[in-house]
Nanobody
């Protein structure tokens, strides 16, 4: 079993910064792509940023130049540094990871997408 645990959300003023973290744990053999998504009230979940195991990144146009995604492969952790925050960044942020895991008793390998529980980010004065 694999778990993703997020931290770092909260309240920020417009123009402020927050840093989100998401750590994957469990019977992990390898972690492939990792990413952050967000969902505002009444809206669909949308992609914010992704990072491959090799460090290649992609960003939604709305966050380019303000957000930076990074990862620590040794810790199976992905980060999202959010600067110059705007009220429209307010949402629940979810991390996602494509993980190859092993089942302890059978030794079977699995490749699945996992999601964190979500962390609230509110940008308001």
């Amino acid at each position: 079993q694999v778990q993703l645990v997020e931290s770092g959300g909260g309240l920020a003023q417009p123009g402020g910064s927050l840093r989100l973290s998401c750590a994957a744990s469990g019977s992990i053999l390898s972690v492939n792509g990792m990413g952050w998504y967000r969902q505002a009230p009444g809206a669909q979940r949308e992609l914010v940023a992704t990072v491959t195991s090799g460090g290649s990144t992609t960003y939604a146009d709305s966050v380019k130049g303000r957000f930076t995604i990074s990862r620590d492969n040794a810790k199976n952790t992905v980060y999202l540094q959010m600067n110059s925050l705007k009220p429209e960044d307010t949402a629940v942020y979810y991390c996602n990871a494509n993980v190859k895991s092993v089942e302890y008793y059978s030794g079977n390998h699995y490749l699945d997408d996992y999601w964190g529980q979500g962390t609230q980010v509110t940008v308001s004065s």
